[in-house]
């Protein structure tokens, strides 16, 4: 089974960017849909965006114009490029193979002044 690393979180001002890495531990050709999702102390985890093989996309209404979701199927990493980061952005970020995949450990992302 195909397991999945998250990277790329940490501490940045509001209005600016950070880029997530989720390394797979083998091939993601044979996964349709990829997705990134976040969840805050307290909440429930929602979904961020995803990503089919056909490279359509999908975003959350909270994050659409800022965010971007892509893959690299040949180095088997999805990413998400985040910009104009908000404080409400401040979550764990975790990634997987949709909608059934296993969750990772996450990377934290805090956007604080």
């Known amino acids: 089974q195909v397991q999945f690393v998250e990277s790329g979180g940490g501490l940045v001002q509001p209005g600016g960017s950070l880029r997530l890495s989720c390394a797979a531990s083998?091939?993601?050709?044979?996964?349709?849909?990829m997705g990134w999702y976040r969840q805050a102390p307290g909440k429930q985890r929602e979904l961020v965006a995803r990503?089919?093989?056909?490279?359509?996309?999908y975003y959350a209404d909270s994050v659409k114009g800022r965010f971007t979701i892509s893959r690299d199927n040949a180095k088997n990493t999805v990413y998400l490029q985040m910009n104009s980061l908000k404080s409400e952005d401040t979550a764990v970020y975790y990634c997987?193979?949709?909608?059934?995949?296993?969750w990772g450990q996450g990377t934290q992302v805090t956007v604080s002044s």
């Open positions: 997987r193979a949709d909608p059934a995949g296993s």
């Open positions: 083998g091939s993601i050709f044979s996964i349709i849909v």
């Open positions: 990503i089919n093989l056909g490279g359509n996309t």
